[in-house]
């Protein structure tokens, strides 16, 4: 079973618009933390937003935000006030299991959501 | 500027050649670094966890005699990929995360491979 599900493959969004990309979860763990990156064409993976399952209010930076909806297990982006440079792809991702801390752990990505911001 | 360093970029050779990919953490000590392999319009896929000091930890399905990873010290581990054949080419990228430090991991560039 998928444990990071991004049911979108493409996504289209208008120039200063603002789109939500979807991403729900499976897991077990009570523990976890919930991850957004953004690799554009080019290849590099750049680290967006962080949602940790324990924190109480959704994450945000800058025209990022993460919608946190714990009970139904998703954890949505929406990136506010698109900009052309937004096109890319967009993976979700998730660190579970036991965690000790620091940044030594595993992430589980979903498949990904190509957004292309039209002018 | 670029905390995790991948080299090289861009790899082009022979089959049955065999290649190195390196990555580095240029400001922090990672005792741990991963290896992703990701097909063309896929998704990141684990391949292995890279330990300092000690052997790698391959996923489920990553034959790890084809796949040769070294850590060899707290900066630096090695990806080599033996006798390579077509099938071989993609695109890996390595993350590093450092023990005590909650931040997210930092990734490599990562390095297109191709093989004819």
């Known amino acids: 079973a998928q444990k990071i599900t991004q049911t979108q493959p493409g996504m289209f969004v208008q120039e200063k618009e603002a789109v939500t990309l979807d991403c729900t979860y499976d897991?077990?763990?009570?523990?976890?933390?919930l991850f957004w990156y953004k690799q554009p064409s080019s290849g590099e993976m750049i680290f967006l937003i962080y949602?940790?399952?324990?924190?109480?209010q959704n994450a945000t930076e800058g025209r990022y935000s993460l919608n946190f909806q714990k009970a139904r297990k998703s954890a949505n982006l929406v990136i506010s006030a698109s900009q052309l440079g937004d096109s890319a792809m967009y993976f979700c991702?998730?660190?579970?299991?036991?965690?000790?801390?620091?940044?030594?752990?595993?992430?589980?990505f979903g498949k990904g959501t190509l957004l292309t911001v039209n002018p | 500027g670029a905390v995790v360093s991948q080299h090289p970029s861009r790899v082009i050779c022979k089959s049955g050649t065999s290649v190195k990919i390196e990555c580095r953490s240029l400001?922090?000590?990672?005792?741990?670094m991963f290896w992703y392999r990701q097909f063309p319009k896929q998704s990141l896929m684990l391949m292995a966890t890279?330990?300092?000091?000690?052997?790698?930890?391959?996923e489920q399905g990553v034959e790890k005699d084809k796949f040769l990873i070294n850590h060899a010290s707290l900066t630096l581990s090695t990806l080599t990929v033996t006798s390579a054949h077509p099938e071989d080419s993609s695109f890996y990228i390595c993350?590093?995360?450092?023990?005590?430090?909650?931040?997210?991991?930092?990734f490599g560039d990562g390095t297109r491979l191709s093989i004819l």
């Open positions: 993350s590093a995360g450092a023990a005590g430090r909650n931040q997210p991991q930092h």
């Open positions: 897991t077990s763990d009570q523990s976890y933390g």
């Open positions: 949602q940790g399952s324990y924190d109480e």
């Open positions: 991702a998730m660190r579970e299991g036991r965690w000790s801390g620091g940044s030594n752990y595993k992430l589980t």
């Open positions: 400001d922090f000590q990672a005792t741990t």
């Open positions: 890279s330990n300092e000091g000690s052997k790698a930890t391959y």
